[in-house]
Nanobody, 119 residues
Framework: VQLVESGGGLVQAGGSLRLSCAAS????????MDWYRQAPGKQRELVAR????????TYANSVKGRFTISRDNAKNTMYLQMNSLKPEDTAVYYC?????????????WGQGTQVTVSS
């Protein structure tokens, strides 16, 4: 199973970006999915989480009201809509998923996508 992020880039403060995370591989089902980010010199932090059905979401206080996490289970894809971006949102954004393969659950990470917000 692979997770591949896309959609990062350079944007001015106040702008928007939409990140995608697509899962592919052998037979599996995806449980909860998350977006994390890591800025230079800082620890990786949880940005947003969405349950398997998409019915419940949680956000870091720093992004509430600006970011929206969603998923399309038919496409095995998760999204992060980021609006009103701030320079402090600059980081590498990572996709994470809890994936069920047979009787076991595994933790998978994407390779990361860079988001840079200029002031």
């Amino acid at each position: 199973v692979q997770l591949v992020e896309s959609g990062g880039g350079l944007v001015q403060a106040g702008g928007s970006l939409r990140l995608s995370c697509a899962a592919s591989g052998s037979t599996f089902s995806i449980n909860a999915m998350d977006w994390y980010r890591q800025a230079p010199g800082k620890q990786r932090e949880l940005v947003a989480r969405i349950t398997s059905s998409g019915g419940s979401t949680t956000y870091a206080n720093s992004v509430k009201g600006r970011f929206t996490i969603s998923r399309d289970n038919a496409k095995n894809t998760m999204y992060l809509q980021m609006n009103s971006l701030k320079p402090e949102d600059t980081a590498v954004y990572y996709c994470h998923a809890e994936i069920q393969i047979g009787a076991f659950q595994y933790s998978y990470w994407g390779q990361g996508t860079q988001v840079t917000v200029s002031s």
